[in-house]
């Protein structure tokens, strides 16, 4: 079996794929305060709440866009399943190429979305990744990844409102009934979401128009099954798609390392 860790600024996620099937995925903290030690524990425990053994777990592959963790959890992977990790970065085989002007500054997590996505397309597409950051990645009809925008995500935006604004609560960031607000809490909730919504299609637009070609757009993360339904140019909402997109550069790897 093939274990994928995608190491994010907030969380965590994991999936573990048996001849290419996503079996199971969960999701944990990104503490960066825990050793390896306490991650091997954790993980080993977790794949065998979902009946998998550690010995089961053959090869893995690392996506992570925190540095400080990147190398815990090479350290966990070889400790608790007795082999190093593919870890996504220079040298690797993506099959895609980097028109970024310095293409080792693209997220791992970035690539491998853009990787996973026109895998299954073949066009010119652009992938919403609404995490700690809310990123836009295109790609060429090609499969050229040529570059993106970076927006702060919403729960720092909300996390922003909450504490700089001395009157205005903290509410649960959830789809607002209407726009108008008739309560405070309804009014916030209305500009989080809704206001987010706006700047998703905004940009998504702006990108099209820009770019010149039709373009499919893919949401991914952990918010994004909020703001797809609102959003007038999100086409395809996929929970795995960085943990598909680990499982392909891993393949595509093990094939050349084979060649």
């Not at 895609?96 to 979305?113: F, T």
């Not at 607002?176 to 309804?186: A, D, F, K, M």
């Not at 099209?208 to 797809?228: H, K, Y």
Request: overall charge neutral.
């Amino acid at each position: 079996m093939l274990l994928v860790i995608d190491v994010g600024n907030t969380n965590t996620v994991l999936g573990v794929y048996a001849d290419g099937v996503l079996r199971e995925d969960f999701r944990i903290e990104s503490a960066r305060g825990k050793t390896a030690d306490e991650y091997g524990v954790l993980l080993r425990a977790m794949l065998e709440l979902r009946g998998i053994k550690a010995a089961d777990i053959t090869d893995s592959a690392l996506a992570s866009v925190v540095p400080a963790l990147t190398e815990t959890f090479v350290r966990t992977v070889k400790r608790a399943f007795g082999h190093d990790p593919m870890v996504v970065g220079p040298g690797i085989r993506t099959g895609m190429p980097i028109l970024y002007e310095q293409p080792r500054e693209v997220g791992a997590d970035r690539i491998v979305n853009a990787v996973a996505a026109y895998e299954r397309v073949k066009s010119g597409l652009i992938v919403v990744d609404f995490g700690t950051a809310t990123t836009f990645d295109v790609v060429s009809p090609k499969g050229e990844y040529l570059g993106g925008v970076i927006s702060p995500g919403i729960q720092i935006s909300a996390d922003a409102l909450f504490s700089r604004a001395a009157k205005l609560p903290r509410v649960e960031i959830a789809r607002p009934q209407r726009v108008l607000g008739r309560n405070t809490q309804h009014a916030m909730q209305s500009g989080i979401v809704l206001g987010y919504v706006g700047l998703v299609d905004g940009i998504v637009a702006r990108l099209q128009d820009e770019m010149g070609f039709p373009c499919r757009v893919f949401a991914t993360g952990g918010l994004a099954r909020l703001i797809a339904p609102e959003s007038k140019c999100i086409e395809t909402v996929d929970d795995n798609l960085t943990l598909d997109g680990l499982r392909i550069l891993w393949e595509r790897n093990r094939a050349n390392t084979a060649a």
